[in-house]
T-cell receptor, first 108, second 114 residues
Framework: SQQGEEDPQALSIQEGENATMNCSYK?????LQWYRQNSGRGLVHLIL?????REKHSGRLRVTLDTSKKSSSLLITASRAADTASYFC????????FGTGTSLTVIP | GAVVSQHPSWVICKSGTSVKIECRSL??????MFWYRQFPKQSLMLMAT?????????EQGVEKDKFLINHASLTLSTLTVTSAHPEDSSFYIC??????????FGSGTRLTVV
């Protein structure tokens, strides 16, 4: 069963704009991770945020976590065409489950 | 960083044949390996969890006799799709923990059954 759900399912923006993706989950977690997947390729780990953290940054990425709302967001600032990919959240608790993913298209 | 090498990256097979997918952990020992399946434009679905030296734990709805998982060593886990059918065509990915809360993934195998 799916633990995480993301919205939007698809997002199309112009290069240079910011992209925000949201993830909601159902059960308690130890941490939440964001991954990127280029079409037909494997997954690349982007960032991990622990359940006792509220915000984390890595380069152009900013992740927030609200455990009271069971939600997280991934912000990509100053997007580039190369950011075009699918982005998944994944939660670890008793199990490790992926969200439904957001397909991001950055238009040059 | 820790790397999981997954082979083959793509395979085409005939209906009724079996296909083996390998995941090897390079430079580290993978006690546990997770196997996922991904349909086009969908998320990854956990199929099973394999532990070195013991039987794999399958998720509900996954046929253990069809998707044979072997984790005979700390550096190698295999997934064999037996008697493959076109509906088994999918993208299969392995993953393992690399300590702490980190995970690393294989590059995936695209299976097409014709």
């Amino acid at each position: 069963s799916q633990q995480g759900e993301e919205d939007p399912q698809a997002l199309s923006i112009q290069e240079g704009e910011n992209a925000t993706m949201n993830c909601s989950y159902k059960t308690s977690i130890n941490n939440l991770q964001w991954y990127r997947q280029n079409s037909g390729r494997g997954l690349v780990h982007l960032i991990l945020i622990r359940s006792n953290e509220r915000e984390k940054h890595s380069g152009r990425l900013r992740v927030t976590l609200d455990t009271s709302k069971k939600s997280s967001s991934l912000l990509i600032t100053a997007s580039r065409a190369a950011d075009t990919a699918s982005y998944f959240c994944a939660t670890t608790g008793n199990q490790f489950y992926f969200g439904t993913g957001t397909s991001l298209t950055v238009i040059p | 960083g820790a790397v999981v090498s997954q082979h083959p990256s793509w395979v085409i097979c005939k209906s009724g044949t079996s296909v083996k997918i390998e995941c090897r952990s390079l430079d580290f020992q993978a006690t546990t390996m997770f196997w996922y399946r991904q349909f086009p434009k969908q998320s990854l679905m956990l199929m099973a969890t394999s532990n070195e030296g013991s039987k794999a734990t399958y998720e509900q709805g996954v046929e253990k006799d069809k998707f044979l998982i072997n984790h005979a060593s700390l550096t190698l886990s295999t997934l064999t799709v037996t008697s493959a059918h076109p509906e088994d065509s999918s993208f299969y990915i392995c993953s393992t923990s690399v300590g702490g809360d980190g995970y690393t993934f294989g590059s995936g195998t695209r299976l097409t059954v014709v």
